[in-house]
């Protein structure tokens, strides 16, 4: 069965730091696009971070510099390390899986399988 | 970065109705689109990818269609299950910033 499961969030300070983890079964993490969404509290989903089979990493601009999205490919797992946090990273972290296709010059990913989510709360 | 905007952001309909979501990209996306349905205290799951291509196991009342900048998500006939909020997301720009709508909840009339 193709499952994610997310581990790693709790409470932390502002400025602080957290690493997420992303466990998977059922596919090889390194054969696809992956990725982390947010969602804060009531609010909308946030792509956050991806990685591509390849290797090359991307983050969304309010992340950038102080998240940094990697992969283990002996243990099949996700991360996404998390520093000096704020409190507007506060959020849902869900972690996802993203087939697609590449045309001549980009490729396009969305997202098909998502783990369950791990909750990241920054406050004092 | 691309905009994303759905409408209505509630949307009320009675079960058998038909319900009608848009989304709408500040510039041309494709057929890059996706569309998520997401219940309360779950993760978003796929509905649609490539704009009208259902994902595996979705019902045919769910169905999508538009390319460029419009799109449109239409479920025939609402059942129980499908109140949820739903998720527009283009998957087209580049460097990869994958920005979704903000949401259109579908409530039970």
């Known amino acids: 069965e193709v499952q994610l499961v997310e581990s790693g969030g709790g409470l932390v300070q502002p400025g602080g730091s957290l690493r997420l983890s992303c466990a998977a079964s059922?596919?090889?993490?390194?054969?696809?696009?992956m990725s982390w969404v947010r969602q804060a509290p009531g609010k909308g989903l946030e792509w956050v971070s991806g990685i591509y089979s390849g290797g090359s990493t991307y983050h969304a601009d309010s992340v950038k510099g102080r998240f940094t999205i990697s992969r283990d490919n002996s243990k099949n797992t996700l991360y996404l390390q998390m520093n000096s946090l704020r409190a507007e990273d506060t959020a849902v972290y869900y972690c996802?899986?993203?087939?697609?296709?590449?045309?001549?010059?980009?490729?396009?990913?969305?997202?098909?399988?998502w783990g369950k989510g791990t909750t990241v709360t920054v406050s004092s | 970065e691309i905009v994303m905007t759905q409408s209505p952001a509630t949307l009320s309909v009675s079960p058998g109705e038909r319900a009608t979501l848009s989304c709408r990209a500040s510039?041309?996306?494709?057929?890059?689109l996706a569309w998520y349905q997401q219940k309360p205290g779950q993760p978003p799951s796929l509905l649609i990818y490539?704009?009208?291509t259902r994902a595996t196991g979705i019902p045919a009342r769910f169905s999508g269609s538009g390319s460029g900048a419009d799109f449109t998500l239409t479920i025939s006939s609402l059942q129980s299950e499908d109140f949820a909020v739903y998720y527009c997301q283009q998957y087209n720009s580049w460097p990869p910033m994958y920005t979704f709508g903000q949401g259109t909840k579908l409530e039970i009339k």
């Open positions: 490539g704009a009208s």
């Open positions: 510039q041309s996306v494709g057929s890059n």
């Open positions: 996802a899986r993203g087939p697609g296709y590449c045309g001549s010059t980009n490729c396009y990913y969305y997202m098909d399988v």
């Open positions: 059922g596919f090889t993490v390194n054969s696809n696009y």
